[in-house]
């Protein structure tokens, strides 16, 4: 398996990372994303940390947070934009109206978890744990969320993992049948 490319945040910054990531685009390497001391994003810099966290969802390898401390609405933005979230048993979340719609966390957490969850999470705390979060299926518990972190991305050593990373993501936008076709799509590559 290639290396595992890891960036910690806040230390990174958010203009460093969207360059970071431009750049990790044509690697095969999983990224872990890790914020397990905390995350809080200035509202100066949101529109940076929003540009970077699109850019990390569109990478087309393995991406992976691992999240725990006192974190901003970041910490959502980030497991959405990621193919897996492993939460730490200190992840607290506190949201803003603002934040949530400037890091575009609430439709993001809608086509995730569905209409109904998102409006219970969202609309029924302030604060948001670890708990909570996995009960809509946003995040994985794990008392060490970076060896979770580390855990999920050594599945990218089968060769056929990105295939099954991309029909994960299609499925996403996709109808049930037409997630299906294109995972046979995907299976006949395997063939060739």
């Known amino acids: 398996m290639d290396a595992v490319t890891r960036i910690d945040l806040p230390e990174t910054g958010w203009d460093r990372l969207g360059e970071q990531l431009r750049e990790l685009r044509k690697a095969p390497a999983p990224v872990l994303v890790g914020a397990t001391g905390g995350l809080r ?27 725990d401390g006192a974190c901003d609405e970041a910490a959502l933005a980030l497991a959405l934009a990621c193919d897996h979230a492993a939460a730490g048993p200190a992840l607290a979340v506190t949201c803003s109206p603002a934040g949530l719609l400037e890091l575009g966390v609430a439709g993001g957490l809608v086509a995730r978890a569905g209409d109904l969850a ?26 060490d969320p970076h060896a979770a972190g580390e855990a999920a991305c050594a599945q990218a050593a089968d060769a056929a993992w990105p295939l099954v990373l991309r029909a994960l993501r299609a499925a996403t936008r996709s109808t049930a049948a037409q997630a299906a076709g294109y995972e046979r799509e995907l299976a006949a590559l395997l063939g060739d």
């Open 118 to 143: 998102a409006h219970r999470l969202l609309l029924g705390a302030t604060a948001l744990d670890a708990e909570a979060l996995a009960r809509v299926q946003l995040v994985a518990l794990a008392a």
């Open 41 to 67: 994003v200035p509202r100066e810099e949101r529109s940076a940390a929003r540009a970077a966290i699109d850019r990390l969802a569109a990478l087309p390898q393995l991406t992976v947070a691992a999240l």
